[in-house]
């Protein structure tokens, strides 16, 4: 019989290529603090990235297109008292970041269409819930303001963000340190990683364990478990020969790895990034120089090793690029922003194509930044895919995506979207229907007021703090002509 020696694979020329010099982002003061988390997150219109910071904690937004060097008195965003551990972009709106941090705290923030003038101490919402350090946040992949924080308390909270407040509490599910909480694909089900050794697949609105697995890993450092499309799901540990491991298991039968390899001895924490387009997981070890990827399939032995992106210098964190934010014309599938001790640098990943068409074989439908649910929708019990675009002509943001329509949604969170959604209950338990709604247009006006108000005031202070630049720089000037 004639045995395949090589695998068949589109993936297996896969390479990657740190971009030049002049297009990384330098002077940047990345956070030293001891955590294991990404420390930057991207999408398509921002790059974000914990720095350090004097008397609390902050981050940096910069938009995609501002390399170079960046001034050391460039705004951060700072309202946090204690040093920020993790930030996600959402899903659903590219200008509002979630930020979890030491002072127990989550925030979110909206961040302006071109980016920050001044620095941002205010967020628009303050989730308090936590009575010890926030070291993770992750929003819901399809239900709009769904934001779940895991803190140093053992406890894992989902918000609803349009509101400020907690609509489940996981208490007593981890009698330890969590290291990771991830998301399935349509958002009905997360897996925890904890520092018992367990890995547990929960359903949070039953608020009970499907599944889980004792010693998953058998190492006492940090476990990373994620979510596969198919459902299965990934994870990323030690032995206890302090080898790095990386297993694949199946929720329905936790007993058995579907699959387990051994790696390297490193004891740098493994932080796993996976494509649901290509089934391609790319592990970034903290302190490694190195990106390997995997392509996992249906067929023996399941996570098949690619190849390896090594660089000289190690990094300290990673953000990962939504497929939306890649250049199709290039043939990028996937982009990384290695964070170094002070730059933050691209690395872009690449399979190698002669034809310049469309590769839709490389770009199938991917889930684009509408949200199928509300997040009253989704506590309700109704579950919802991601809602697909395609990338054939570049991804184009959709007018949906008005800065107005977006902050209402985010920031009317006493009145507006509760009321709309839950306009049909008040209605059936209530005599006077109208004066319901009397009372949802007054509060209505009133939000759209207080917005358009707050923008005046920023306006303002925009153009006093650029009168204040020119009159310096009209100073500068005239003392050179003398």
């Known amino acids: 019989m004639f045995k395949r020696v090589v695998r068949q694979?589109?993936?297996?020329?896969?390479?990657?290529?740190?971009?030049?010099?002049?297009?990384?982002?330098?002077?940047?003061?990345?956070?030293?603090?001891?955590?294991?988390?990404?420390?930057?997150?991207?999408?398509?219109?921002?790059?974000?990235?914990?720095?350090?910071?004097?008397?609390?904690?902050?981050?940096?937004?910069?938009?995609?297109?501002k390399s170079g060097r960046i001034d050391k008195a460039y705004p951060t965003v700072c309202g946090h008292t204690g040093p920020v551990l993790d930030i996600d972009w959402c899903p659903h709106n590219d200008q509002v970041i979630a930020s979890g941090?030491?002072?127990?705290?989550?925030?979110?923030?909206?961040?302006?269409?071109?980016?920050?003038?001044?620095?941002?101490?205010?967020?628009?919402?303050?989730?308090?819930?936590?009575?010890?350090?926030?070291?993770?946040?992750?929003?819901?992949?399809?239900?709009?303001?769904?934001?779940?924080?895991?803190?140093?308390?053992?406890?894992?909270?989902?918000?609803?963000?349009?509101?400020?407040?907690?609509?489940?509490?996981?208490?007593?599910?981890?009698p330890d340190i969590i290291f990771s909480v991830c998301w399935n694909r349509n958002g009905s089900l997360i897996c925890t990683a904890c520092k018992d050794k367990k890995?547990?697949?929960?359903?949070?609105?039953?608020?009970?364990?499907?599944?889980?697995?004792?010693?998953?890993?058998?190492?006492?450092?940090?476990?990373?478990?994620?979510?596969?499309?198919?459902?299965?799901?990934?994870?990323?540990?030690?032995?206890?020969?302090?080898?790095?491991?990386?297993?694949?298991?199946?929720?329905?039968?936790?007993?058995?790895p579907v699959s387990v390899h051994e790696m390297d001895t490193s004891n740098g924490v493994l932080l796993p990034f996976y494509d649901p387009d290509t089934n391609v997981v790319y592990l970034c070890g903290k302190g490694d120089s190195s990106i390997r990827y995997f392509e996992i399939t249906d067929e023996a032995p399941f996570v098949h090793y690619l190849n390896t992106f090594t660089t000289k210098e190690p990094q300290r964190g990673m953000g990962y690029m939504p497929k939306r934010g890649l250049d199709v014309n290039k043939c990028e599938i996937a982009r990384f922003y290695k964070l170094h001790e002070r730059k933050c640098e691209p690395i872009i990943m690449t399979v190698p194509r002669k034809s310049d068409l469309f590769q839709d074989d490389l770009y199938p439908d991917t889930a684009g930044p509408e949200a199928p649910l509300e997040a009253e929708e989704w506590i309700e019990g109704k579950n919802g895919d991601p809602i697909l675009i395609s990338l054939k002509h570049g991804y184009i943001p959709g007018k949906n995506r008005d800065l107005k329509v977006v902050k209402k949604n985010i920031l009317d969170n006493k009145m507006s979207k509760n009321t709309e959604n839950t306009a049909p209950a008040v209605k059936t338990a209530t005599s006077t229907p109208s004066i319901v709604s009397g009372t949802h247009l007054i509060g209505n006006l009133g939000a759209k007021?207080?917005?358009?108000?707050?923008e005046m005031k920023s306006l303002r202070e925009l153009v006093s703090s650029q009168e204040k630049r020119i009159a310096k720089l009209e100073e500068q000037l005239s003392k050179m002509d003398i």
Not at 41 to 64: D, R, T, Y
Not at 109 to 126: D, K, Y
Not at 213 to 238: C, N, Q, W, Y
Request: proline share 4%.
């Open 449 to 454: 007021l207080e917005e358009v108000l707050k």
């Open 9 to 65: 694979s589109k993936f297996r020329h896969v390479f990657g290529q740190a971009v030049k010099n002049d297009q990384c982002y330098d002077d940047i003061r990345v956070s030293r603090v001891t955590w294991d988390s990404a420390f930057c997150a991207v999408n398509p219109k921002f790059v974000a990235i914990i720095v350090e910071a004097s008397g609390g904690g902050a981050f940096m937004v910069l938009p995609l297109h």
């Open 101 to 174: 941090s030491e002072d127990c705290t989550v925030m979110v923030w909206q961040i302006p269409e071109n980016g920050l003038v001044t620095s941002m101490s205010e967020p628009v919402v303050v989730l308090e819930g936590h009575s010890k350090r926030v070291g993770i946040v992750t929003w819901h992949p399809t239900a709009r303001n769904v934001l779940l924080s895991a803190g140093c308390d053992n406890v894992v909270i989902i918000w609803n963000v349009g509101t400020g407040e907690a609509m489940i509490t996981l208490e007593d599910m981890h």
């Open 199 to 256: 890995i547990r697949v929960i359903d949070p609105r039953k608020e009970e364990i499907i599944a889980e697995k004792d010693k998953a890993h058998e190492g006492a450092r940090p476990m990373r478990a994620i979510f596969l499309s198919d459902g299965k799901v990934f994870t990323t540990g030690f032995s206890r020969m302090s080898e790095r491991q990386l297993g694949l298991w199946d929720p329905d039968n936790m007993e058995e």
